[in-house]
């Protein structure tokens, strides 16, 4: 089992409709959680991180957080065209140092149409 | 500053040559983190660094790869003898454990993207 499962799509939504991302991971001690969309060819970039269970908004971007299902997902209201990019669902993993690295998904491709 | 520095951007190399790939992380970061991305795949984590320290290393790294990071500011990924697998986007990303959440958000530079031929 991967330790951090998206599905790859594309995920086709037309443009002004709601896009659902979701995401699951394994391991139960993770803390924290990000979203990082990646445009072809560029590097992935940070939209969203959420810590606790429940729903945290940030302009069009909402993600869901349940820890006892071990599930994130990330909503993106009145889609724009220019949302369609790969995104990357991440989760902290703790190191030796009890630090973190991050663990990523292999994206979801989300396609939206004009 | 700008955010993390990579270069070179695009390197195309021959089979069993090596190459050397360089970050500089954002000044004030003291944790740096390598990773490697293939076409389709999020990216993989390959190594860490705390300061100069090389905290972790994954077992994706074999003993062809060596990073550096002298005095704990920029950074150095070497390939040695390079293969054909080891085609891919290396991103570096470093990050401040003084993040008010504590949660040690990443920031990414944007890529060298290697070819092997």
């Known amino acids: 089992q991967k330790e951090v499962e998206q599905n790859s799509g594309p995920l086709s939504v037309p443009e002004g409709a709601i896009a659902s991302l979701n995401c699951t991971y394994s391991d139960r001690v993770s803390q924290s959680f990000f979203w990082y969309r990646q445009y072809s060819g560029k590097s992935p970039e940070l939209i969203m991180s959420?810590?606790?269970?429940g729903d945290k908004e940030d302009g069009r971007f909402t993600a869901q957080l349940n820890k006892a299902s071990q599930y994130v997902s990330l909503l993106i209201r009145d889609s724009q065209p220019s949302d369609s990019a790969t995104y990357l669902c991440?989760?902290?993993?703790?190191?030796?140092?009890?630090?973190?690295?991050?663990?990523f998904g292999s994206g979801t491709r989300l396609l939206v149409r004009p | 500053d700008t955010g993390v520095s990579q270069d070179p951007r695009h390197k195309i190399t021959k089979r069993g040559q090596n190459v050397t790939f360089r970050c500089d992380p954002i000044s004030e970061h003291n944790r740096l983190y390598w990773y490697r991305q293939t076409l389709g795949q999020g990216p993989e984590f390959l190594t860490y660094f705390q300061n100069e320290a090389q905290l972790e290393k994954s077992r994706l790294l074999s003993d062809r790869f060596s990073a550096e990071r002298p005095k704990g500011s920029f950074s150095t990924l070497e390939i040695q003898r390079t293969e054909q697998g080891d085609s891919a986007m290396y991103l570096c990303?470093?990050?401040?454990?003084?993040?008010?959440?504590?949660?040690?958000?990443?920031?990414f530079g944007a890529g060298s993207r290697l070819t092997v031929l």
């Open positions: 990303a470093s990050s401040s454990p003084e993040d008010p959440s504590g949660a040690n958000v990443l920031t």
């Open positions: 959420i810590y606790s269970n």
């Open positions: 991440a989760v902290n993993t703790r190191l030796l140092d009890s630090s973190y690295k991050l663990i």
